[in-house]
């Protein structure tokens, strides 16, 4: 293990929290780990739904991206708000800033438009709130993040029964299922091809889940992978008229139209275990009748900065 303890930033791009027991505890659990945190999110300056205004929120990211004493930014939590915001970032200074970006769900807008403006990676992984600022946090999802943030590769192993047997290499990216669909056909939207796209997502029936993917194939996006492979769907409800379809069946189905093959159980999402995924890294993925494994490299680590 790396003894340099890197500087953490933390931004509210989108949602907040009033809940300034859970900021308290995470701004001391990674200080007992020898990190220096920079808190730029202010409870007293909460705008509507949002982590403040347009404006300040803005200038959370652009403080963090310029600080030289940070070395990762972890968004507060996702909800909403990046989708606004995203013409008016600077993300030629995100990239050239060296920091890794870290967060999922709403974050993976900014995820999608960094990489499509500058090429830059960052990381699907654990936010401040829910994670660092847990009362009980979960020791494998932030385990796997301080072993990602090591490098100088990275790997998942998932035994889950039932997926197609692949070997495929290219660039891992996707993310919140949802938020990849809100960037389609912008110029947020990155142009990956021969890649590995992942998605996960939160109060979405099966049946969205299945409307969304086939949005992406019908406008030749997934066509252009090696692989589709979902994580955690969660939070949803099955009614009696779905009369028999569910996330399965619904699953069955993908794998019958779809180009490409899909696999499910990515330990991904917004359940309590999570696993951390650098966006846009290049990713080995093997898969038998047993479950599969994604090994990634040639991703920014703590080595780098």
């Known amino acids: 293990m790396s003894k340099y303890k890197p500087g953490i930033g933390i931004v509210a791009p989108s949602g907040y929290t009033l809940d300034d027991a859970a900021i308290e505890r995470g701004i001391r659990r990674l200080e007992a780990r020898g990190h220096a945190v920079h808190n730029y999110f202010d409870t007293g300056k909460v705008f509507q739904r949002f982590g403040g205004t347009d404006e300040a929120r803005l200038a959370q990211l652009q403080a963090a991206a310029c600080n030289p004493d940070i070395d990762v930014v972890i968004a507060l939590r996702g909800q909403y708000g990046l989708s606004r915001l995203l013409p008016r970032i600077d993300f030629d200074l995100m990239a050239q800033s060296g920091k890794i970006f870290v967060g999922f769900s709403d974050f993976t807008a900014f995820q999608?438009?960094?990489?499509?403006?500058?090429?830059?990676?960052?990381?699907?992984?654990?936010?401040?709130?829910?994670?660092?600022?847990?009362?009980?946090?979960?020791?494998?999802?932030?385990?796997?993040?301080?072993?990602?943030?090591?490098?100088?590769?990275?790997?998942?192993?998932?035994?889950?029964?039932?997926?197609?047997?692949v070997e495929a290499s290219g660039t891992l990216w996707g993310g919140n299922l949802a938020m990849v669909l809100s960037v389609?056909?912008?110029?947020?939207?990155p142009q990956v091809d021969g890649g590995i796209l992942f998605f996960e997502d939160v109060n979405e029936h099966p049946y969205r889940v299945e409307r969304m993917l086939l949005q992406l194939m019908h406008a030749g996006v997934i066509e252009r992978q090696k692989a589709v492979v979902l994580g955690d769907f969660s939070s949803y409800g099955i009614t009696p008229a779905d009369n028999g379809y569910n996330f399965g069946v619904m699953v069955d189905y993908l794998r019958s139209v779809l180009p490409v093959p899909v696999l499910t159980g990515l330990p991904f999402g917004h359940g309590r275990t999570r696993a951390t995924i650098p966006f846009g890294a290049h990713a080995r993925l093997v898969s038998d009748a047993d479950g599969f494994t994604l090994t990634m490299s040639g991703y920014p680590t703590i080595a780098h900065v």
Not at 184 to 189: A, D, H, S
């Open 112 to 165: 999608m438009a960094l990489m499509a403006k500058t090429g830059a990676m960052s990381y699907a992984g654990p936010m401040f709130f829910g994670d660092f600022g847990a009362k009980e946090p979960d020791e494998f999802t932030l385990g796997d993040f301080w072993r990602c943030l090591e490098g100088p590769a990275h790997r998942i192993a998932v035994k889950e029964q039932g997926n197609p047997c």
């Open 184 to 189: 389609l056909g912008t110029e947020y939207f």
